[in-house]
């Protein structure tokens, strides 16, 4: 899912979206309640029409955004008051508002309000954030039954931080609640890449194949192509776009450092295997030149080739494994992805 935290993809229209094949983009609950303002967005008719983006739309909770403000805000069993980034002003969430916020957002898949445990963390501390994470979460699931008017579906999100125990009774008890998919929560902030790697492979083999499994906040290709394998089936990070934006361009080769200065007279594409029309249509060296210039197309033409190789890498994962080539198609492209890096200038 493409990162629209505000209600837009940094640096792409919605148009530019769907001509890349995207079918849903994701936004953040905390900042849209803050600005413009969930009134605005119900007035407008939504966060479809409001942005003009015709298709799903998964809104996050906010609870990773409130929790890292850390001296901004105040958690108790019943929610979380917190400080305004932008201005100061006092606000509150619980469970069941954040639900509601949602909903006059016109979210298609909503997450429950969270806890996402830092790393690294006691367990004590891990062990009762889970338990307000749980809670909040029968609230949310009860909220919604009673009151949902657009049929969103919600989401519970597996925490428990690196212990084991921890997340099999999150998950247990979320099964229990019951949800129309869940988030794999607490991950890629901070921890080992093999803890990563354990926890969610622990976490989506506790949760139903036959509901969406979404590992929150992941990742580069290579975690992508890793986690699949290990099921899971969504996934959300800035990386394509705010890498786009300070001149990284993914390719199957590795990341590629656009602005570096042996690129400079390199007459080609990003990426030779890349078919969007970034690469069909421009050099490496314009692009360089670009950015060197401070023009905005810069960040608009790599951004567009970014998500275009990341929404691409997906369709053809999706195709390997309905096809039966998961492991021939994983293994091929992890290992010229990881032997060909070219991240250093």
């Excluded at 969504?234 to 602005?259: E, Q, Y």
């Excluded at 890349?274 to 360089?288: E, G, K």
């Excluded at 990341?310 to 390997?320: D, P």
């Amino acid at each position: 899912m493409p990162v629209g935290t505000a209600g837009t993809v940094k640096a792409l229209p919605p148009g530019d979206l769907e001509a890349l094949g995207a079918q849903i983009v994701l936004s953040n609950t905390y900042h849209l309640y803050l600005r413009p303002g969930v009134e605005i967005v119900r007035q407008a008719g939504g966060l479809h029409r409001f942005s003009g983006w015709n298709g799903a739309i998964l809104t996050d909770s906010g609870g990773y955004q409130v929790f890292s403000l850390q001296d901004l805000r105040k958690l108790d069993p019943d929610g979380v008051t917190f400080r305004s980034h932008l201005d100061g002003s006092e606000h509150r969430f619980t469970p069941e508002s954040v639900c509601e916020i949602q909903q006059g957002l016109g979210s298609d898949i909503a997450m429950v309000l969270d806890v996402c445990t830092p790393f690294p963390a006691e367990r004590d501390q891990a062990e009762r954030e889970l338990s307000i994470t749980l809670d909040w979460a029968r609230r949310s699931r009860d909220w919604t039954h009673s009151n949902n008017q657009n049929g969103m579906a919600l989401f519970g999100i597996v925490q428990g931080s690196v212990y084991t125990d921890l997340r099999t009774r999150s998950a247990a008890e979320l099964l229990q609640i019951g949800f129309d998919g869940y988030g794999i929560g607490g991950l890629s902030v901070g921890e080992p890449k093999p803890l990563l790697l354990e926890m969610a492979e622990l976490s989506a083999g506790l949760l139903p194949p036959d509901r969406p499994r979404y590992l929150m906040g992941v990742g580069t290709p290579e975690d992508l192509i890793e986690c699949i394998a290990l099921g899971v089936d969504m996934f959300d990070c800035v990386l394509p776009t705010r890498n786009a934006r300070n001149g990284s361009a993914f390719t199957h080769d590795g990341p590629l450092p656009i602005k570096a200065a042996r690129f400079s007279g390199d007459s080609g594409p990003i990426d030779p295997d890349c078919d969007c029309t970034t690469c069909q249509r421009h050099s490496r060296a314009y692009i360089r030149h670009l950015f060197n210039a401070g023009e905005i197309s810069a960040m608009v033409l790599t951004t567009r080739h970014n998500l275009h190789f990341y929404l691409s890498l997906m369709r053809r994962a999706r195709a390997a494994i309905c096809e039966g080539r998961w492991g021939v198609f994983a293994g091929s492209f992890l290992e010229r992805y990881r032997s060909g890096a070219t991240e250093a200038p």
